[in-house]
């Protein structure tokens, strides 16, 4: 998830901070200097991939370093700030979300970190004023942290704190989150107004919330350690009231082409990061020779014996399942699907970025929980293998029942066009007789059924008024059959005893039609 | 949270004698290109088709956009309540609905009120809905649901009159859900369908009038009574804009929102050389919008958003450009020429990108219009994701090996394609497949030689991960350990197979090389000896293997090769018990035991004793036994 960094830089930060040490004068803003350095210092051993800008703000707001992963230039920009008035907290929240947006749009979510004094800089009626000015909860899901450099006895942050909890709450809020909900935000307060203090409190929060994730992907007895990055987050749905964690293990249950996957609703995305086996050579090839403890490899070692030395230290020259799985996808033009966990399954794609470096790799799309997360596939734990030697009779993509012209029975007569639109069609069935009788009948039952449905019984009338018309109109030179299938039609959508009856259909006349017969 | 109070909604449609009134509104059916058709004389609906109509529709949309969880029930209410469907899952649909109203008809003399199926409604609310009978019983959950009334009152004090009835109706019923519950929950949860107490209901009034009659009704907001368990609204319509009202009612109802797809080209006839442009409504989760209009009034949000079609060209966008969610997505005018054609388009496997109008040129794609499984959806396109610009994978772990078996686990994954399939334990068993496919797995090229011996060994390879062999399965492979021991009395290298370029990789001695084929084939079959069949070709092979690591003299040879030619399924004296290479062992004696050597039969003590302890000299006791 990408970072912002919400540094106050108010006049009240660079208050000095008392000390028994002579040695070191320290302000707010210094320890807070120290605070972001140290949350850098962690990212860049566990969560190098993450995109972090620092924006800074008093009365104004200012982005200081755009999103990016260079992080020692927000380091380097941290000894270059100016200093500001006062801190105004709901302007900045109200900058930060339109930075977030420009830059990642509403449904990437994102970290808010907002380093500031621990006094709201106003009273009781002023804050309650903020809180109600918080442009909260954002548009895009979010969890904001506070880190309030200040003692933990100090009474302004007493005052603040109600603030500070408004924000983290309302942050989570989201209402219009189809993407289920984050886990919370917190405040972390040091303990002590000191260098360590800080430091104690941003490393609790980088172990809570910017934590690798590790999982073992396995594809039957192949297996090897991934990193999923973005780390995935806990989600719970409207809906389902189980909230669902990802295991630490991706069950590949088979294949399936791209075309037939196609793009089902994820909810979140992850690259897959193969990671050197622990325990080095003899791991890698755990998958097909330590299972069965036979010297399977004897033969082999020989060839490998003379490049072995320098291969072991070497993670990238250790084969690695990833990497096979992710060709051999790419080249078939194929997608994993795999069990995350009951009743929740996700798929992996050879993902190529279209845009910037061409750079190709695996990406786990984790699907919505539940079986209908792709409904074109069929309810998804119904996913198995063809029985060897027989051919399915099932094939993608599983169709739904659903048509969208007009629910296949009804006429959708709500709007005058439609109607028209169905009546002219029969009227000009009507003048094309006796080619289109057979057509004209259909039609006709096609009508009623939808009239009968809606009660529409004037609709039959007027249609049977215009048939007879069209019956008197008919020029001399007509079939004589044109004007007896007319007249019989005229008169079955007439006669109330079969026009409104659902069971009852319209058939033409036969070929050896006998008037006697039609009353 | 769990259950919103769209999860369940129920239609009174008002059947009383007053609903067969014409609606005073004439739909015209003269055409100015009316091409020598006599004119048919304007109709008017009735007030009870109009009802249907508006109902019917937003049923549609609800259903098209929410196959599962957002249910709908139609009740008509003339003399008595008539149900035309219940909560279950195959009654809500059109085609049920629709076939219902066939047997309804139209309205017919005699009295009656729309009393009764308000009545009726709420105790229909009171009914469980399939996903909450599935509920654990001990999770509470809020029952909430809307009724929406279409009725046609003479005064205010009616509409009184009717609120004061739901809301006595709901009162009683949830007095009598909560005495029903205490004594239930232990003992009789197995009992009918339980009445549920009812959290809130959403009551809403549509009053029905003709085109030019006076009503003495008027609109009353959205207000709570009884508690904020109920909330009552009343609308007047004209029963000739009744649809329309449904058709925008539908969108907050449903968190929905509506696009028009402006400029679409399209042809006015089958071989037209121009065409012209029309617009499309389509309705969706109002999701699809959000960040569109970062900052909308109330009153934007009720308009349509419109979005310009950008005509395809070649292979570019599709639903796959997009990285975030899809909804669905369905006509607001499904009668339409223009809608249906969009909607054909798009179900023959096509997809549009929209962009946003913008006056001062650049084009900015936003969404995506694509079908997938006989369903539209329309997906946002987004701006950056957080996993952009990825590590190289030819960094990473494994990224410098160069001879991944890339082909052959292609192979595999035709192998194990996944199917719609009927029944339980589809994953399971696509999961014990792999399972049996991935047991001995070399990943790259340079660390087997089985596997690259092609069309010698391709039978056995392929036969041997299936989870049963037949009789002439194993014979096929025999074959094919036979030919290799051919193939090696010839003092042929295995390698002589290959291209020349991979044989190149394994240059070791010859019997070395020999040594892996034997020693691989052995991991391979043995990875599989679960089934008899199995365990039988894995006599064959070690036999094989045995003769591979002895000093290769002919007689030796022969002998293996007579041994190995009789069928190893043919019964052999004692039966095949006594034949086990190895005795049986449990696990926990398999793990603290030493591995066992691969070349050498076991201790024929061991055999004969089973999962035992084996006694060593057994004839030394009966010497001694039989002296005494």
């Not at chain 1, 603040?160 to 989201?174: F, G, H, R, W």
């Not at chain 1, 007249?487 to 006669?495: E, G, P, S, W």
């Not at chain 2, 009656?112 to 308000?118: K, N, Q, S």
């Not at chain 2, 006594?578 to 926990?588: D, F, S, Y």
Request: aromatic fraction near 6%; charge should be neutral; glycine fraction near 6%.
């Amino acid at each position: 998830m990408p970072t912002v960094l919400m540094l106050d830089v108010s006049l009240s930060m660079s208050r000095p901070v008392p000390t028994s040490d002579t040695t070191e004068t320290h302000t707010r803003f210094t320890i807070a200097t120290a605070a972001i350095n140290t949350f850098l210092d962690y990212l860049c051993v566990h969560a190098k991939l993450e995109y972090v800008a620092l924006v800074t703000f008093s009365s104004m707001y200012e982005v200081a370093v755009p999103f990016t992963r260079e992080f020692d230039t927000i380091r380097s920009k941290l000894l270059q700030l100016d200093e500001g008035d006062k801190t105004c907290i709901d302007t900045a929240l109200l900058g930060v979300n339109q930075i977030v947006l420009n830059e990642w749009g509403c449904q990437t979510p994102v970290q808010i970190i907002m380093i500031t004094d621990g006094s709201s800089g106003v009273g009781t009626i002023g804050r309650n004023r903020i809180v109600q000015a918080l442009p909260l909860p954002p548009s895009y899901p979010a969890k904001i942290h506070v880190l309030p450099i200040v003692s933990p006895h100090d009474t302004s942050l007493q005052h603040a704190m109600p603030l500070y909890q408004k924000i983290v709450d309302l942050a989570n809020n989201t209402t219009s989150n189809s993407n289920g909900n984050m886990s919370r935000g917190s405040i972390y307060c040091p303990d002590q107004l000191t260098v360590p203090g800080v430091i104690t409190a941003i490393t609790r929060l980088c172990e809570q919330h910017y934590q690798e994730f590790w999982c073992a992907l396995k594809c039957g007895q192949l297996e090897t350690r991934v990193q999923l990055f973005p780390a995935p987050q806990t989600v719970s749905h409207e809906g389902v009231d189980a909230t669902y964690t990802l295991a630490n293990q991706l069950h590949v249950i088979g294949f399936i082409q791209q075309q037939d996957l196609g793009t089902p609703m994820a909810i979140s995305k992850h690259l897959v990061i193969p990671q050197a086996q622990p325990g080095g050579n003899a791991a890698a090839r755990e998958n097909y020779d330590s299972k069965t403890d036979r010297p399977t490899k004897e033969g082999s070692s020989s060839t490998d014996g003379s490049t072995t030395e320098e291969d072991l230290s070497d993670p990238s020259k250790i084969p690695n399942f990833c990497v096979l799985l992710h060709g051999a996808l790419k080249v078939e033009g194929m997608a994993a699907v795999v069990v995350l966990g009951a009743e929740w399954w996700g798929t992996l794609t050879a993902w190529c970025e279209a845009s910037r470096s061409r750079r190709s790799c695996l990406l786990l799309s984790v699907l919505r929980p539940g079986t209908a997360a792709a409904p074109w596939l069929g309810a998804l734990d119904q996913l198995g293998p063809a029985e060897e030697g027989t051919t399915t009779a099932e094939s993608f993509p599983v169709r739904s029942w659903r048509s969208y012209s007009s629910g296949g029975s009804a006429c959708a007569w709500a709007r005058p066009h439609a109607l028209l639109a169905d009546v002219q069609k029969v009227l000009r069935h009507a003048r094309k007789l006796p080619d289109k009788t057979q057509h004209l009948f259909k039609e006709l039952n096609r009508l009623r059924r939808a009239a009968i449905s809606l009660g529409f019984s004037e609709l039959l009338t007027a249609i049977g008024n215009a048939l007879e018309r069209e019956c008197t109109a008919l020029p001399p030179s007509a079939p004589s059959e044109c004007a007896l299938q007319l007249a019989h039609a005229a008169n079955a959508l007439r006669d109330p005893r079969t026009a409104l009856d659902i069971k009852h259909t319209l058939t033409p006349l036969g070929p050896n039609y006998n008037p006697s017969m039609s009353h | 949270m769990m259950f919103p109070i769209n999860h369940k909604t129920i239609f009174v449609l008002d059947h009383t004698p007053y609903f067969g009134i014409s609606s005073e509104f004439p739909i015209e059916f003269d055409v100015p290109k009316n091409r020598g058709y006599l004119p048919v004389p304007p109709i008017c609906k009735s007030l009870w088709t109009c009802s249907v109509e508006a109902a019917v529709e937003y049923c549609r949309v609800v259903w098209d956009l929410f196959p599962e969880g957002k249910l709908v029930r139609l009740i008509v209410s003339d003399t008595t309540a008539h149900m035309l469907n219940t909560w279950v899952a195959a009654q809500q649909n059109l085609t049920h609905l629709l076939n219902g109203l066939c047997l309804v008809g139209p309205v017919r003399r005699g009295a009656g009120g729309d009393v009764e199926g308000l009545v009726a409604a709420i105790e229909a609310l009171a009914e469980p809905s399939p996903a909450q009978v599935s509920r654990p019983p001990d999770r509470l959950f809020q029952n909430r649901g809307r009724v929406i009334c279409i009725t046609s009152a003479r005064d205010n004090d009616s509409i009184k009159n009717l609120k004061d009835i739901a809301h006595n109706t709901i009162v009683q019923l949830n007095k009598k859900a909560s005495l029903a519950q205490p004594a239930g929950t232990s003992e009789s949860t197995s009992t009918t369908p339980q009445t549920l107490v009812i959290h809130y209901c959403h009551i809403l009034i549509i009053n029905v009038t003709p085109e030019n009659a006076e009503t003495r009704v008027t609109n009353q907001p959205l207000t709570e009574i009884a508690g904020g368990q109920i909330g009552v609204e009343v609308i007047v319509s004209r029963a000739s804009a009744l649809a329309n009202l449904l058709a925008r009612l539908v969108l907050p109802h449903y968190k929905l929102a509506t696009t028009t797809v402006t400029g679409i080209p399209m042809k006015e006839e089958q071989n037209a050389s121009s065409s012209a442009n029309y617009d499309v409504e389509i309705v969706h989760s109002e999701d699809a919008h959000t960040g569109l209009r970062a900052s909308q009034t109330a009153a934007e949000a009720a308009e349509s958003v419109v979005l310009r079609w950008w005509t395809p060209r070649g292979a570019e966008g599709g639903a796959s450009g997009c990285c975030g969610a899809l909804w669905r997505v369905t006509p607001a005018d499904v009668a339409s020429r223009p809608s249906a054609c969009l909607v054909n388009f798009l179900l023959n496997g096509r997809s549009v990108t929209l962009e946003v109008p913008r006056k001062g040129g650049g084009r900015s794609a936003s969404h995506v219009l694509a079908a997938q499984g006989g369903e539209l959806w329309i997906g946002a396109l987004g701006a950056r994701t957080p996993y952009d610009d990825p590590p190289a994978l030819s960094e990473g772990a494994g990224g410098r090996v160069t001879d991944y078996r890339i082909k052959e686990f292609g192979a595999l994954m035709q192998q194990n394609r996944l199917h719609p399939m009927r029944g339980a334990g589809a994953n399971a068993r696509s999961r014990a497949r792999l399972q049996r496919h991935t047991t001995y797995w070399p990943l790259t090229i340079s660390s087997t030689l089985i596997f690259n011996l092609g069309s010698v060994l391709e039978p056995l390879t392929r036969l041997v991960v299936q989870e049963t062999l037949t009789d002439e399965e194993v014979e096929t492979c025999r074959g094919v350990l036979l030919a290799l021991l051919a193939m090696e009395s010839r003092h042929e290298f295995p390698t002589a197979q290959l291209p020349s370029n991979m044989r190149g990789k394994s240059s070791g001695r010859r019997e070395e090389q020999w040594r892996q084929v034997w020693g691989e084939l052995e991991a391979l079959v043995r990875a599989h000896a679960a089934a008899p069949q199995h365990r039988a070709l894995l006599r064959v092979l070690l036999d094989c293997r045995a003769h591979n690591n002895h000093s290769s003299d002919g007689e030796s040879r022969a002998t293996v090769i007579r041994a190995t030619t009789d069928s190893p399924l043919s019964p052999v004296g004692a039966g095949n018990g006594a034949a086990e290479v190895w005795a049986p062992r449990n696990v926990l004696d398999a793990l603290l035991a030493a591995p066992r050597p691969p070349r050498r039969p076991d201790f024929a003590g061991r055999m004969a004793a089973g999962t035992r302890v084996a006694t060593l000299y057994p004839q030394l006791q009966q010497d001694v036994e039989t002296s005494h």
